[in-house]
């Protein structure tokens, strides 16, 4: 079976990522989760509008608040003042609970982490902790700037499966260009005191990897992250900036010259080369689930305008969401590659994919 994975969803390093995941599927696996996995596989090549089956990988925003002011991240943290605005905040355990509870059956996977640092709370720990008690890989992308001691101990026996630290530089130079308020040496040596805890403690998780965002100024640090990275005793993978392509000055300020991009397959490249309009697994394999259980469709899109949620977990169960009519209208839009619908917010997808077709 040929499963269709879009690029600009798994980005660079697909190998890491693909492995990370299928470890999840062997580790976490039982008949039902597998008949669901190929059912879901299935409906993915035949595109179909209505869904049997449940998403098998779930990504769950514990909280859309972060310590640092990344410059292209979140709408630059702007306030959440409008009309339809979902507001900051942080997921409570029992609504992570009742997710776990109703979802478990068939989900491998869960990643605990949206638009904010996931560790900034502690009830982080406790979330982890049910999820893999109830069979699951967690999956977490952090910071690093808010850990200590006690917060690696609590890592460590959480059950956490697979730690992704987010470093964008090799020094504070580098690193602070785009990750503002983070502190480079901190984080180093967060993930000194993380690996010789895990030694004595004879721990096997988490698998730990360094996300390194590629953009213009950082670029040719690459190769120096890598070295850096093996001699921590850590993996490394890469992914793209996203920005949006009709803004000339984010362009300018972050994307890499057009060559470089050419090379590492930015998004732009990788859509004007294909050669049909690909099925989106985002409304079949997984879905984003806010902090306030507003259900995205995916994390793509900035998720702080709930006008355009597909519905509510404090509402409806998942499954009456699942194949409400957010989805089908959103599946039949992807399937004709015709975005008709101004008010489902894959049209903008849909637009955003033809407009580049034609660069």
Known sequence: MVMIIPVETMGLSKFIRLKRYFYALLRHSSLRKIFNFLLIE????????????????????????????????????????????????????????????????????????????????DEI???IRYATDHDISVAITSNFNTINQDRINKILES????????????????????????N???????????????????????????QFLIMKHNVSLMDTAARIARGLGIGIRY??????????????????????????KFEDQVIKNQKEFQVCSWLYRTVFINWDLGISPCCNYYTGDKTYDFGNLN???FNEIWNGN???????MLKNGDGKDFNNICYKCIQKRKRISTI
């Open 42 to 121: 299935i409906q993915i090549l035949i595109k179909r509008e209505h869904i049997i089956g449940r998403p098998y990988i779930l990504k769950i925003e514990n909280t859309n608040i972060c310590n640092l002011q990344c410059p292209v991240c979140y709408e630059k943290r702007k306030k959440h003042d409008f009309e339809g605005a979902r507001g900051y905040g942080r997921m409570k355990f029992n609504d992570f609970k009742k997710i776990v509870d109703e979802m478990a059956p068939w989900v491998f996977r869960i990643n605990l982490y949206g638009f904010g640092e996931p560790f900034l709370y």
């Open 125 to 127: 720990f406790e979330m």
């Open 159 to 182: 059950g956490l499966e697979h730690l992704i630290i987010s470093i964008d530089g090799i020094d504070q130079q580098s690193y602070e260009k785009y990750k503002v308020g983070g």
């Open 184 to 210: 480079y040496d901190n984080i180093i040596n967060n993930i000194k005191k993380l690996i010789e805890t895990k030694k004595d403690k004879k721990a096997r998780y988490p698998l730990v990897d360094w």
């Open 239 to 264: 992914s793209r900036i996203g920005v949006d392509l009709n803004n000339q000055k984010e362009n300018a300020e972050w994307l890499p010259e057009v060559e470089i991009r050419k090379i590492f």
């Open 315 to 317: 509402h409806s169960t």
């Open 326 to 332: 957010e989805y089908l209208v959103a599946r039949k």
